[in-house]
Structures are given as structure tokens and as C-alpha cells.
């Protein structure tokens, strides 16, 4: 479908590059037609969404770090696939933390006053209908669909709203030390050119991913939830996986997919099911190979709920059901690393702990299995047990699968656990096809396990321990499920 009327590149154009050939093509008596005979759509008082008040609180530290700055976020603009064809849309995630907004290039402006900021949301307004916009324009809601607009926006969200229209040209209109999110919104970063600076940009960018480490009870609640849907999700692979024999690891692909968009926003990373040899290639997302009875199948996969945050679950399970004694074996290899790196996890503890705890338990087995030489403690000080384990053991979880990546070293990496924090704990050992340091048997053979892990006042809670991962407890949950 193309617009109407013209139906040509030049109408999907943004209003704004098209204005003035808004009628070719249409006749006056069409035009006075289309304008008239619509219902009142506008919503009285809709209720707040739930985490307004979180989303103030945050915008109030994010307030008091920087006194007297003009501090722009943007949401993020639709990118273009082809033509008048664009990807589908995700709002940037230091919007989507502040506003809980989750829509198209919306703006979130913290205006310095004398005590502290006032916040405005920038939103793109109700289709005009009087100049045709709602149904000429291929981004009008007669296309896209109906929008919040400015007076339910401010209903919705708890902040005065103004149309995004025109937050550019006001925003170059004001004077003072401005800085933005940089990376989501080219043309607001124009607009305030020479004013920006990217050092003090990036300060906005790395405050705002270390507020983000700890997380508040409704953050919590919307992991619990996405891990939720993922074990769900889990589940319907499994059953399935005697029509991925018959097809591709693509099945399962769509299978989880199917999950997610059901119950949630979409997938919070591309899935990665990793069958047989596949499982050694950590990124392995085409997810065209075959699956075969006999081989071990590594599913990678997490749904983003609807207010966009994510699980990040890892099983590596026997398409026939059942392991065999050698996947058994580097398996509990494994699961011992993961149960270590789990019990390091507690608040005060160094984020690093859990890693070195899950190493030591894996260069344990391989010097144990004869595949490199003792004692650990020299494996582990020269790091050779990375040939077989190859990434590092966790991550931050919650509006990004790697939250809070640009966070102060001395914050995360570097840092101590806290209360509130949510990471992954997901130990691997691969051993690649071509790998002619490890006996033949070992070749093609990869396994991860990946929960996600609360720190509690007292230790953690795993929130994905509804899944088994022990293997006989994955065998007689394979069973139940395939039954
Ligand atoms: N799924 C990406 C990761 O486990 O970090
Ligand atoms: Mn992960
Ligand atoms: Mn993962």
C-alpha cells in the first residue's frame, strides 16, 4: 500500500518535505468531504500509566546532578527500510526510563528553573483533519492508527506536552548549556549544533545508565513478568521440536517469536537457537540449520515486555530428550560453574565475583578432563581455560539486554552488587568443530545456561528457576511437555 492520491515516493514524505502538493490529485469536493463526518475520538481522563510516579522520581535525580542545564532525550525517529517501508519502532531506552512514553519521536525536555527543572514531553499531536494530513500523510493516524496526542499524552504520562513539531526550532531558540542523548534524534542534535558538546553528552548518557543499575519494585515486577513469558516461551519450543526436525532451527525461531509478540512488546535480542555444532558460534542468530535427534540444542531467547524490558534465558537441551553420558558430562560441568557463580552472587559482593567463581569451577574440569595443563591456579592466571569458555559470565539485565553498558566502570564492572540489581549468571564451555586441541568427541560441542538473578537484602533470587536446569529435571520436563 502507498498513500493516496499521487500514490508516489514524493506523498509517503514526511508532511513537513510535502506540504505544498498535500491536494495534487485530489479535488476540492473530496477534499471538503474528508474533512467533515468523523466522531470525537479524544479519550476523557485515561488513567496514568502504572509507573508515572517511578518515572518522576527518576526525572528528579536526573534534575539534581545537572542544576541549571537544559537536558534534551529523545525517543528516537523511525528508520527507513526502503522506500516509504520503515523498521519497526523501539524508543530509545533512556526515554522510555524517564517517561514510561514508548512512542515515536516524542522529546522529553527538562527545562532549567530557579529550583530544580520543569519537564516537558514534545509528542507528536492528533492528525489534523482540517488540512488532510490524517488521512494524506502515510505517517497520518487514518494509516498508522490512532495516537495519544497532547492532552490525553498529559493525562497518561504526568507532564505538560507541546507538539514535537516544534521542538526543534524552540529548542535552537533558547540560549544556555543544553545537553542531549545523543545517537536516537539527528534532527534535534542539528538544530542545537555547535552548542553541544560530546564529552558533556556522553556525562548525560553514562548518569543516566548508572541510575539505572539498581532497580525499583515496578522495574522488578516487569522483569519477573518477561521471564515469565519466556518460560512460556521455552516451553512451546520444546513442544515443537519434532516439526524443527522436519524443518530448521527457523522453527523455533518463530515459535518463541510467537510467544513474545503475544504476550509482550517482541523479543528483547535476536534469538539464538543453536543446534548441534551451532551452539559453539556465540551469536549464532540465522538460525537456518537443521536440528537433529541426537544433538544438543542451545536456546538463547527472551521476551521484551510491553513496557519494554527484557529476560535473557539460556537452556541448552537433548533433541531426543535425553542426554547422552558425554553431554551429561560437560554439562554438569556447567551447571557446577553456574551454581558457583549464582552463590557469589549477594549484596557486597564484587561484581566480578561470580565471574571468577564460575572460571575457576570450568578450568577445574578442564584440567580434570586432561584437556590443558594444571595446576588452575596457572590456568587461570594465563586465562586458558578462555579458548573453551570464551565470554564472560553476566551482565546487567532490564530495558536493555546489556543494561547499563556505559555505566562508570567503578559503578558496574568495577563495582559491588546492591539490592535491586538484576544480572545474568550464564557460564559456557565450546569446543568448536575445528578444534584439534581437544579429542574428537568433544568437537561441535557447546553449552550455556543463563538465568536472571536478583539481588535480594539477604542474596539473590533467581527469576527464571521455574525452568529446570538440571538434567534430570530437564529430561522429565522435556518428557511432560512432548507427551
Ligand atoms: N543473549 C545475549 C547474552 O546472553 O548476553
Ligand atoms: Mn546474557
Ligand atoms: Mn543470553
Known amino acids: 500500500m502507498v498513500a493516496e492520491n499521487g500514490q508516489s515516493a514524493e506523498q509517503a514524505q514526511p508532511i513537513k518535505q510535502r506540504k505544498n502538493g498535500l491536494y495534487r490529485g485530489v479535488s476540492d469536493e473530496l477534499a471538503a468531504n474528508m474533512r467533515g463526518g468523523w466522531a470525537d475520538t479524544e479519550r476523557s481522563d485515561p488513567a496514568p500509566i502504572e509507573q508515572a510516579p517511578n518515572a518522576a522520581r527518576r526525572r528528579a535525580a536526573l534534575s539534581a546532578r545537572f542544576p541549571g542545564e537544559r537536558l534534551v532525550i529523545p525517543a528516537g525517529n523511525l528508520k527507513t527500510r526502503s522506500n516509504d517501508t520503515e523498521y519497526a519502532f523501539r524508543a530509545a531506552s533512556e526515554y522510555a526510563y524517564l517517561t514510561g512514553d514508548l512512542t515515536q519521536d516524542g522529546v522529553l525536555v527538562l527545562e532549567p528553573v530557579a529550583d530544580g527543572h520543569d519537564a516537558v514531553l514534545y ?82 548518557r553514562v548518569f543516566l545508565a548508572d541510575e539505572r543499575l539498581v532497580k525499583d519494585e515496578f522495574e522488578i515486577r516487569q522483569l519477573q513478568a518477561a521471564v515469565d513469558s519466556t518460560v512460556r516461551g521455552f516451553e512451546d519450543v520444546v513442544r515443537v521440536l519434532d516439526r524443527a526436525e522436519a524443518t530448521s532451527e527457523r522453527y523455533l525461531e518463530g515459535t518463541f517469536f510467537l510467544r513474545a509478540r503475544v504476550e509482550g512488546n517482541d523479543i528483547g535480542y535476536g534469538s539464538i537457537c543453536a543446534s548441534g555444532p551451532h551452539a559453539t558460534t556465540l551469536h549464532w542468530v540465522r538460525n537456518d540449520g537443521p536440528v537433529r535427534n541426537g544433538d544438543l540444542l542451545l536456546l538463547d531467547a527472551g521476551v521484551e515486555t510491553h513496557t519494554l524490558y527484557t529476560a535473557d534465558v539460556t537452556r541448552t537441551l537433548p533433541i531426543s530428550g535425553t542426554f547422552t553420558a558425554f553431554q551429561r558430562r560437560i554439562y554438569d560441568a556447567v551447571l557446577a560453574a553456574q551454581d558457583a557463580g549464582i552463590a557469589a552472587v549477594r549484596p557486597g559482593a564484587k561484581f566480578r565475583d561470580f565471574h571468577d567463581a564460575a572460571q575457576r569451577v570450568l578450568a577445574e574440569h578442564l584440567v580434570a578432563w586432561g584437556l590443558v595443563e594444571g595446576p588452575v591456579e596457572r590456568v587461570l592466571e594465563l586465562g586458558l581455560q578462555r579458548r573453551w569458555t570464551l565470554h564472560g559470565t553476566g551482565h546487567m539485565l532490564g530495558l536493555d539486554v546489556h543494561d547499563c553498558a556505559v555505566a562508570r566502570t567503578e559503578a558496574y564492572v568495577d563495582g559491588a552488587l546492591e539490592p535491586g540489581m538484576c544480572l545474568t549468571v550464564e557460564p559456557g564451555l565450546y569446543f568448536q568443530a575445528d578444534d584439534l586441541t581437544v579429542p574428537e568427541e568433544y568437537r561441535g560441542v557447546g553449552v550455556r545456561i543463563e538465568d536472571d538473578i536478583l539481588v535480594t537484602e539477604d542474596g539473590n533470587r533467581n527469576l527464571s528457576a521455574e525452568l529446570p536446569r538440571g538434567v534430570d529435571e530437564i529430561e522429565s520436563w522435556m518428557a511432560r511437555l512432548r507427551s
Open 123 to 204: 509528542l507528536l499531536p492528533r492528525s489534523d483533519r482540517e488540512n488532510g494530513e490524517f488521512w494524506l500523510d502515510g505517517h497520518g493516524e487514518l494509516w498508522v492508527g490512532r495516537r495519544a496526542g497532547l492532552a490525553e499524552g498529559e493525562q497518561l504520562y504526568g507532564l505538560p506536552c507541546l507538539d514535537v513539531r516544534k521542538a526543534a526550532e524552540e529548542l535552537a531558540g533558547t540560549d544556555g548549556a543544553v545537553r542531549i542523548v545523543r545517537g536516537h534524534d539527528t534532527g534535534l542534535e542539528a538544530a542545537l549544533g555547535a552548542r553541544l558538546d560530546a564529552e558533556r553528552d556522553e556525562e548525560l
